[in-house]
């Protein structure tokens, strides 16, 4: 599986291939161009099922946002598969469960499972995913953060979209937004 191809589709291609990796899923965890941008050469290559959540999906279809910041990317392909909030995603003898996590985009998800979760845009180290972007809302983001995250294991690890990793247990002691 690879999540979030944001770029340099190549480099992807050239990590899966010395791993010996056959990529059978392309699991987007919104649909912004900063993680979608390599998805239709990662799909051309692999030939993998492309699944994003369902209210993110037509997303795919629009270059509106990457347009107004001067930036172009090949159209990527329509997902395969639409994820809802309790979706299994296996792999090999991995599983995850889709979190569906909105606010910084309707149709935000995050993978949780194997004492990870791979959070997106939607928590990062010491702050949390921007909510002034077409179909943000920062209410709805601090409630799937509280409701979906914040009830993980402090020793989760989290793979933010952006930045260094973490833990939920840092975050709920130390991370600015969750106080108070």
């Known amino acids: 599986m690879i999540i979030d191809p944001a770029d340099k589709a190549k480099q992807i291609l050239k990590k899966v291939e010395d791993m010996g990796l056959d990529i059978k899923l392309i699991a987007l965890t919104h649909g912004h161009i900063d993680h979608i941008g390599a998805l ?65 985009t309707p149709g935000g998800i995050c993978l949780s499972g194997q004492g990870v979760v791979f959070s997106g845009d939607t928590l990062f180290n010491y702050s949390v995913g921007r909510t002034d972007l077409h179909g943000g809302s920062y209410d709805k983001l601090m409630g799937s953060i509280q409701t979906k995250l914040m009830t993980l294991p402090d020793d989760t690890i989290v793979y933010p979209g952006h930045g260094p990793d973490t833990t939920i247990g840092a975050e709920r002691k130390g991370n600015p937004f969750l106080q108070g």
């Open 40 to 104: 239709k050469k990662i799909k051309e290559a692999t030939g993998a099922e492309v699944a994003i959540h369902a209210d993110d999906a037509g997303s795919l279809k629009k270059q509106s946002l990457s347009i107004m910041l001067g930036l172009f990317y090949p159209t990527p392909p329509p997902p395969d598969r639409l994820l809802k909030d309790g979706d299994s995603i296996d792999v090999g003898d991995l599983h995850f469960v889709v979190l569906h996590t909105p606010g910084h």
